[in-house]
């Protein structure tokens, strides 16, 4: 999907019913089945195989501890897929533009800034960590718990000084609130037969609802 209006709006849609019900979950796999790249997705993003792990962990403690925990791992891993296809297709200022559409210059721009600036820290997240990690297997330093805690602290920190620099550089240009921003939107023939179909397994995970109300 080009519009990100129709991919965002139909990925909250299917994110909404994959994590209600398993009819929904199921629905909307097949819709990521049919109308992303799938697997393709899941072996360029390097964040999905490790949420899918980290969702598995819980998972195997919640089924354990209470039952469910199958359930939840195969709702959870079509959130993460989800996710995953909306931020492939995701380009520089889309969610600023997407914000200002929906919101305004004022509101809508501080939201659309805010997506914007946490998609730029996600991205220097995954490329600290490569130069951490090519850094560790330079030095011969093995993978482990006492590792990634250190790892993790240290990506927190530069967090920390990248906001911190990001606010100063903000305050100095004299941002005190709203901008001006003129939405443009690109959308491409299947992106509405994509966002209708999404629309449709919506109504497929809710039939099991509507019909327990009608009979009752």
């Avoid at 109308?35 to 393709?40: A, E, L, S």
């Avoid at 927190?156 to 709203?178: C, F, N, P």
């Avoid at 299947?190 to 179909?197: K, M, N, P, R, S």
């Amino acid at each position: 999907m080009r519009d990100v209006r129709l991919r965002t709006g139909s990925a909250t849609l299917l994110s909404l019913i994959a994590f209600y019900s398993i009819t929904g979950a199921i629905a909307a796999f097949v819709w990521w089945l049919l109308f992303t790249p799938n697997f393709r997705l899941v072996w360029k993003n390097r964040l999905v195989l490790p949420s899918v792990v980290l969702i598995g962990l819980f998972s195997g403690i919640l089924e354990i501890t209470g039952g469910g925990g199958l359930s939840y791992f195969f709702r959870m891993m079509v959130v993460i897929l989800i996710g995953a296809w909306l931020l492939s297709g995701q380009k520089r200022g889309e969610f600023l533009d997407l914000g200002c559409w929906l919101f305004g210059s004022r509101t809508g721009f501080e939201l659309g800034m805010l997506a914007e600036m946490a998609l730029q820290n996600l991205n220097s997240l995954i490329i600290d960590f490569d130069r951490i990690r090519a850094a560790e297997r330079m030095k011969g330093v093995r993978s482990g718990i006492r590792s990634i805690v250190s790892v993790g602290r240290v990506l927190i920190h530069w967090t920390l000084l990248r906001a911190e620099d990001t606010a100063e550089l903000l305050a100095m240009r004299g941002y005190v609130r709203g901008g001006t921003c003129v939405p443009a939107f690109v959308r491409e023939k299947g992106d509405l037969i994509a966002a209708v179909f999404a629309i449709c397994a919506a109504i497929i995970a809710l039939i099991p609802v509507s019909a327990f109300f009608i009979l009752s």
